[in-house]
């Protein structure tokens, strides 16, 4: 039997700007290259820090694997995400390239691959290609508009919405479309903790709106890969997709 409950305020996807909550933004394909030619291939083991505070003066660029910028440890020493870093993205950009530091670390949420190299050859490019600038502001500016979505997202979204917006936006930034069935199958699989740490919520509320939804049937397993009903993405609104939605969120 299919339960019924509907909410008088619609959950938002997108509130602010252009890029999506949760999920940097892909690099500029000249700063791709430029890693390709001058980096120093790494790898990253799972759980390990790149880069704490600002520390080491590097720019990493993620090959395949998957990172995340942390907060630091807060008061309650509980862990919070503050963007996933998908491969095809670079790290410290945001802090290398004008020699500042923030109280953010990067860590590896799996084993990676990465490229390095030191801010001095990001900056003899733009030097050389003034072009070159307007992409790098671009690019910083997307991201911290990334950022500041998943913020808003967190600070004023409830916690079921948030995990649609989380399952949306992933599904969005990484271009995966819905199966034929029309189920949406997210292309990442993160444990229900890293999930929680990302949307502001501990690990069993994760489970619990989880498994409501699926109880539900408007969330399936298949193996590890969870898939979203279309009622479900439809249930979000978006000021540049979909200013109403289609559904209340069930």
Known sequence: MRIKHT???SPTMRRIFTTYPYFLPAEPEPF??????????????????????????RLFFLE?????????????????????????????????SIRTRCNVYTRALKK???LSIPPEVLAIAIEERPE?????????????????????????RPPQERVVIYAKSLCRITGTLPREDGWHALPLELPVSTIGELVNLNRVSVSRILSRWIQMGEV????????????????????????????PLP
Not at 132 to 156: C, D, P
Not at 220 to 247: C, K, M, Y
């Open 220 to 247: 399936r397993r298949e193996g590890r890969t969870l898939l979203f009903s279309e009622r479900l993405f439809a249930s979000v609104d978006d000021w540049i997709e979909n200013r109403a939605p289609q559904h």
């Open 64 to 96: 395949d694997g998957l990172c995340a910028y942390c907060a630091a440890e807060a008061l309650d020493h509980r862990p919070y995400i503050l963007s996933i870093v998908l491969p095809g993205r670079v790290m410290g950009d945001m802090t290398a």
């Open 32 to 57: 791709v290259q430029l890693f390709r030619e001058h980096g120093t291939l790494r790898v990253v083991n799972k759980g390990e820090v790149l880069k704490r505070g600002g520390e080491s003066q």
């Open 112 to 114: 990676s691959r990465v």
């Open 132 to 156: 070159y600038a307007k992409l790098e502001i671009r690019n910083v500016i997307a991201k911290e508009e990334s950022l500041l979505e998943g913020m808003a997202a967190n600070f004023l």
């Open 7 to 9: 909410l008088a305020v």
